[in-house]
């Protein structure tokens, strides 16, 4: 499966991104966010912080395992020496040389120090468990920011195709003006009010070509690819209607990755307070070591030279019995800290309620609002079909025919608006009750 995903990357990253394309390919949301979590800056920034948390709970940095050093050195000297013996004896050394060699390996190792070990390594799993959730939270904003980018070219992409069949419309209209005219049958007056309004339409297109294209490239910002605009998006928009308000709501109140971050978080400084407070029990230690010793003495000594190896092991004890306050102090602040972290919880949980109720509401009134224009739409292209109807045979003027066009066209503009801004309000929802990573698009 994982082959088939990087081999479905890749076609797009090619057909998309570096192939020059006769027609343009259709990129579907699923296939957009399948490239955005691959190549988003963002993402791969809170993938490499997940990687760097997880070395940091590796054995090799719990403090669980012994040190081990090695030491080595060499001395030598070459001295002027006069000795003097017991019997009287003078001997006098010019450029005696003498010389000392040692190595050695030590071993430490903490048996216990207060719980201190056992409270750090599980403050690193806690570090590792709320970088995941960072990086879920990083996620979910690419891939709404993503949706929101990729809704903006999809309305953008549908109101360029009405101000085109506008144009077509009005470009019908001067052919039969021109005609009109030819034959007599209207005045000069018709034809350029049809030419204005052929400018008007054909401004109103490459102004919406120039923003669909503008927002094309913010969507690959969004992908982590290179802007190009060879490409077209699906503008078939779904609603999750059987969306549960209640239900929604308790997995706010569970599953959003702000609450479940605060969660990690007390329980960082929980540990934090057992840390802190394990400075009040002794530390207890293994030391050993190894060593090596090989002296070279110079004529006027009475040993020529000596090799020395031996080991030695001890055990040592280290109670810091007063520290001037400082760890009661750090107790205390770590207490506060964790009761500022369940008073941020409680605030945290007020507030996404109250952000979930003000989402859904506005979620249910676009809904409501994109029902109406689609309604709407249904009126106006039947206004817009009577009118043609008459216009072709002279019973309405050229003014109503434009003022019904233009009636349709912003009944479509408007539906389209509806229609995303309800889809992006619905995103909200998924969001904050931490369903969006849940759903599949």
Do not use: C, H
Request: hydrophobic residues 35%.
């Amino acid at each position: 499966m994982k082959k088939m995903k990087y081999s479905t990357l890749s076609f797009w990253v090619f057909a998309l991104f570096i192939t020059p394309l006769f027609s343009q390919q259709v990129l579907l949301k699923s296939e957009a966010i399948a490239i955005a979590l691959e190549n988003n800056y963002g993402v791969k920034i809170s993938n490499n912080n997940i990687k760097i948390a997880e070395n940091n709970t590796n054995i090799l940095n719990s403090g669980y395992l012994p040190s081990l050093s090695a030491n080595a050195g060499a001395t030598y000297n070459r001295d002027n020496t006069e000795a003097e013996f017991a019997n009287g004896d003078v001997t006098t050394l010019n450029g005696a040389e003498s010389s000392r060699y040692n190595a050695g390996l030590n071993l430490n190792y903490t048996l216990f120090d207060g719980l201190g070990r056992r409270y750090n390594y599980k403050i690193l799993k806690e570090q590792y468990q709320l970088s995941e959730l960072q990086a879920r939270e990083t996620i979910e904003n690419t891939i709404a920011q993503l949706l929101t980018v990729y809704y903006t070219v999809a309305q953008q992409s549908e109101n360029e195709r009405a101000l085109a069949e506008t144009l077509r419309i009005s470009k019908n209209r001067l052919t039969r003006a021109e005609y009109q005219f030819e034959y007599g049958q209207s005045s000069k007056l018709a034809v350029l009010n049809a030419q204005v309004d052929i400018n008007n339409d054909s401004i109103n297109v490459m102004n919406a070509s120039q923003q669909l294209n503008n927002s094309k490239r913010d969507l690959g910002v969004v992908l982590g690819s290179p802007p190009v605009n060879n490409f077209e998006v699906d503008t078939l928009v779904t609603f999750l209607m059987q969306l549960n308000r209640n239900e929604l709501l308790q997995k706010a109140k569970t599953n959003n990755v702000a609450l479940s971050q605060i969660d990690r978080s007390i329980s960082l400084s929980e540990y934090n307070v057992k840390l802190n407070a394990s400075s009040y029990l002794p530390t207890i230690g293994l030391t050993g070591t190894y060593g090596w010793n090989k002296n070279n003495n110079n004529a006027a000594s009475f040993v020529a030279g000596s090799t020395n190896t031996g080991l030695s092991a001890g055990v040592n004890l280290s109670w810091n019995l007063f520290d001037g306050g400082g760890t009661i102090t750090r107790v205390k602040n770590a207490n506060i800290e964790l009761e500022n972290q369940m008073l941020q919880k409680d605030e945290l949980l007020l507030t996404i309620e109250t952000e979930f109720n003000k989402a859904w509401d506005d979620y249910q009134n676009k809904l409501s609002i994109y029902n109406v224009q689609e309604s709407n739409i249904i009126t106006s292209k039947n206004n817009f079909e009577r009118t043609e109807e008459q216009f072709k045979i002279g019973q309405v003027t050229s003014i109503e025919f434009r003022q019904a066009q233009l009636n349709l066209l912003n009944s479509e503009i408007n539906r389209n608006r509806a229609k995303y801004d309800a889809k992006i309000a619905e995103l909200l929802v998924l969001q904050l009750s931490g369903e969006l990573l849940n759903i599949e698009f």
